[in-house]
């Protein structure tokens, strides 16, 4: 659960940074692929990565973002640069709207009492959750992926080094 402000800005900005180099290595041709018939396609799933009111929306909480009911788009970039300008809303929303005494103050989430620091903390590790999910649809698409908490088996090729295994 976050605490502070500050905690969550920092977090939340490296993790939002790392999501945004994936969605920029989308092409349009690869929006469509699915690892099942009848599942998500790489171009839904990175369109739910975009920040919406969702999960946050009981907190009060009003940041710039799609409707997260809205389809998503055909265009790769227009993906990445919905995240990019809906996370920065998020981030400014919460610097501005919120201070550190209001991430103690609870919400009902999911019909549970939430505390907002907690409600966060949550809103951050979904992101994470289905990064994850991203990651592999790139990689059975045949896109390049970075690392994220680590070098990707490229990345150690490009240092000159052999993953370990």
Known sequence: MFTTIQQFIEEYGQESANTQKLLYALTDESLSREIAPGYRTLGHLAWHLVPSGGLLHPTGLKFEAPD???????SAAAIAEAY????????????NQWT????QETATVFGQPWKNGLTLHVFQKHEIHHRGQLTILMRQA?????????PTKEEWAALGMEAPV
């Not at 997260?68 to 055909?74: D, F, G, N, V, Y």
């Not at 990019?84 to 610097?95: E, G, H, K, P």
């Not at 550190?100 to 991430?103: E, T, W």
């Not at 045949?142 to 680590?150: A, C, M, N, R, W």
């Open 84 to 95: 990019r300008a809906a996370s920065q809303s998020l981030i400014d929303a919460v610097r």
């Open 142 to 150: 045949g896109l390049p992926v970075t690392g994220v908490y680590g």
């Open 68 to 74: 997260e009911r809205s389809e998503a788009p055909s």
């Open 100 to 103: 550190d005494a209001k991430l």
